[in-house]
């Protein structure tokens, strides 16, 4: 029965992800109607990772070792969720296209320590089955996507046309996003082959998608090539399924 669950699971997310393209697509056409499309999308799905990240911290409960940690993942979404609606509403209700930078960084960018302390908590409880070998490899891993951003990123960024709050956001987001990887991949080291690997592998897939769509923004954004409604919000979305299924599924294995 569980694994019936989990396979309807992973089907709804996969055509959830996949029903998106076409409407990006049509998007290319009809500018007007991506902007009011993504911007009821964003805030709809970060509300629906949150809500379902809120029923494992209900059932896994709210105090002490292992629940607060949970309850640091359902601060973050709640963060994100307001960065969303915040975004939602300078789009569509005050005109400004791209509320970037904004008071929209403030959120996205508080949403990430309550992660760190959560995915800490976990790492401290089960810090001894990470091995030498695994957290070595992890900070290999660590310094490999740093350098992919300081290839791509850093020669667009040091620029004078690039406003020196820009510059840092541009650099900030993608190093986060790395940091919250290489966690998430420990946790992954942890857990796999347990009873909740499964759930820290796709967690840490979510937190690889959206450091991949942090990169890709930033890049564009320098170059001067995004608008609000562009295809390459996509990975962000897809990061926001990929969160709701990695709390449902843990939500099933407790």
């Not at 896994?60 to 307001?82: C, D, K």
């Not at 290839?151 to 690039?162: D, R, W």
């Not at 796709?202 to 937190?207: A, D, G, N, P, Q």
Request: net charge negative.
């Amino acid at each position: 029965m569980k694994t019936s669950t989990h396979l309807r699971a992973y089907v709804a997310t996969f055509i959830a992800c996949i029903l998106l393209v076409p409407i990006y697509w049509v998007g290319t056409f009809d500018h007007e109607f991506i902007v009011v499309a993504s911007n009821i999308l964003f805030p709809l799905a970060a509300a629906v990772a949150t809500a379902i990240c809120f029923l494992a911290v209900k059932k896994y409960g709210w105090r002490g070792g292992l629940p607060s940690a949970m309850t640091f993942f359902l601060v973050s979404l709640i963060l994100w969720f307001l960065a969303e609606l915040t975004w939602t509403i300078y789009v569509l209700l005050l005109g400004i296209e791209v509320p970037w930078p904004s008071i929209v960084d403030f959120f996205y960018i508080a949403g990430y320590i309550p992660f760190y302390i959560g995915l800490l908590i976990y790492l401290k409880i089960f810090r001894s089955a990470l091995s030498k070998v695994k957290i070595g490899a992890l900070v290999i891993l660590t310094v490999f996507l740093a350098a992919i951003i300081v290839l791509f990123l850093v020669p667009l960024i040091v620029t004078p046309e690039v406003e020196p709050l820009e510059q840092a956001l541009c650099l900030t987001y993608p190093i986060l996003d790395i940091i919250l990887f290489t966690l998430g991949l420990a946790g992954v080291f942890v857990f796999i082959g347990g009873r909740i690997g499964v759930s820290w592998l796709i967690l840490s897939l979510s937190f690889l998608i959206d450091a991949i769509a942090d990169i890709l923004f930033s890049y564009f954004d320098l170059l001067g090539l995004y608008y609000e409604g562009h295809s390459l919000e996509l990975p962000f979305l897809w990061a926001y399924f990929v969160f709701t299924l990695a709390f449902y599924i843990h939500l099933k294995e407790l």
